[in-house]
Nanobody
Framework: QAPLVESGGGSVMPGGSLTLSCKTSHDYVWYCLAWFRQPPGKERERVASIKHEGTTYYAESVKGRFTIAQDSAVNTLSLQMNSLKPEDSAMYYC?????WGPGGCDSSFWGQGTQVTVSS
């Protein structure tokens, strides 16, 4: 079983909402999980992180609009995205790591990604 599998991407109008999900394998134990995104031709950006005990960290660009959460009982990580903007359009990746840095989860394992497009 792949360690991380994303779902829930799609197209939405500006101001709309989407929820991304990431199924994590029960065969792995992670210290932290994160969501990254990468628009075409741009660098990958870490948007939200969560430690195993629940501490969260958000990039300024999404603070107040996105919420990261984990449900350990069903090995699922989620990203609730509200008030979406065209600049939120990107491939979104679920990631996992074993250490925490100043900007959140230092990730070393990645999912395949799910596309989010915000457009009118």
């Amino acid at each position: 079983q792949a360690p991380l599998v994303e779902s829930g991407g799609g197209s939405v109008m500006p101001g709309g909402s989407l929820t991304l999900s990431c199924k994590t394998s029960h065969d792995y134990v992670w210290y932290c999980l994160a969501w990254f995104r990468q628009p075409p031709g741009k660098e990958r950006e870490r948007v939200a992180s969560i430690k195993h005990e629940g501490t969260t960290y958000y990039a300024e660009s999404v603070k107040g609009r996105f919420t990261i959460a984990q449900d350990s009982a069903v090995n699922t990580l989620s990203l609730q995205m509200n008030s979406l903007k065209p600049e939120d359009s990107a491939m979104y990746y679920c990631a996992a790591g074993r250490s925490w840095g100043p900007g959140g989860c230092d990730s070393s394992f990645w999912g395949q990604g799910t596309q989010v497009t915000v457009s009118s």
